[in-house]
């Protein structure tokens, strides 16, 4: 059981703004460590899409952001577009685990 | 071109045992550490095992403890995963994956294309 979660689904029209909530604990994303998104497309492996909350690997768009507040962080994607229909998972550190690494539960994002 | 390539997976009885393995390239492999990373069909991530640079620290999900034992040879530029004593909920697509250090929360990067592990009677 993750201990960083997220809304199973999101959907939007092409070009509408959707947002994913990544939320954690004091332990985790609250005691001030980074949060980093991942993207997997369907039957692929997962590819890193934003590291240390708000940035971008090369060749990211950036219609994809990210963000973090408080306990949760969030990833945005605007201008939705077909090829963003994909599943998404928050990854972050807690320090009340063995290893640390951890990750959200995942949500799926639906292009409609 | 960094890149990982995972290989064998395949089906297993309950309790038996598999070693998969992760060819890196593209990268000094000896100067990162590594993680293996499972997901359950139609299921989340999960963490599996770290191992460092060295090899020297290793740490596992409780799922897998006493079970599953990381290494790596980085003289082959190799990462591997022993595991025993498997059991159905094993069942998952592995990835091993890199780990980018950082000041304060590291992340992974690149991953492997995965490899297949069914246990099954």
């Known amino acids: 059981q993750s201990v960083l979660t997220q809304p199973p689904s999101v959907s939007g029209a092409p070009g509408q703004r959707v947002t994913i909530s990544c939320t954690g604990s004091?332990?985790?994303?609250?005691?001030?460590?980074?949060v980093h998104w991942y993207q997997q497309l369907p039957g692929t492996a997962p590819k890193l899409l934003i590291y240390?909350?708000?940035n971008r690997p090369s060749g990211v768009p950036d219609r994809f952001s990210g963000s973090k507040s408080g306990t949760s962080a969030s990833l945005a994607i605007t201008g939705l577009q077909a090829e963003d229909e994909a599943d998404y998972y928050c990854?972050?550190?807690?320090?009340?685990?063995?290893?640390?690494?951890?990750f959200g539960t995942g949500t799926k994002v639906t292009v409609l | 071109e960094v890149q990982l390539v995972e290989s064998g997976g395949g089906l297993v009885q309950p309790g038996g045992s598999l070693r998969l393995s992760c060819a890196a390239s593209?990268?000094?492999?000896?100067?990162?550490?590594m993680n293996w990373v499972r997901q359950a069909p139609g299921k989340g991530l999960e963490w599996v095992s770290y191992?460092?640079?060295?090899?020297?620290?290793?740490y596992y999900a409780d799922s897998v403890k006493g079970r599953f034992t990381i290494s790596r040879d980085n003289a082959k530029n190799s990462l591997y995963l022993q595991m025993n004593s498997l059991r159905a909920e094993d069942t998952a697509v592995y990835y091993c994956?890199?780990?980018?250090?950082?000041?304060?929360?590291?992340?992974?990067?690149?991953w492997g294309q995965g490899t297949l592990v069914t246990v099954s009677s």
């Open positions: 994956a890199r780990e980018i250090p950082t000041v304060t929360t590291n992340w992974f990067d690149p």
């Open positions: 593209g990268f000094t492999f000896s100067s990162y550490e």
């Open positions: 990854q972050s550190y807690d320090s009340s685990l063995s290893g640390s690494n951890v």
């Open positions: 004091s332990s985790n994303i609250g005691a001030g460590y980074d």
């Open positions: 240390g909350n708000s």
């Open positions: 191992i460092s640079s060295s090899g020297s620290t290793i």
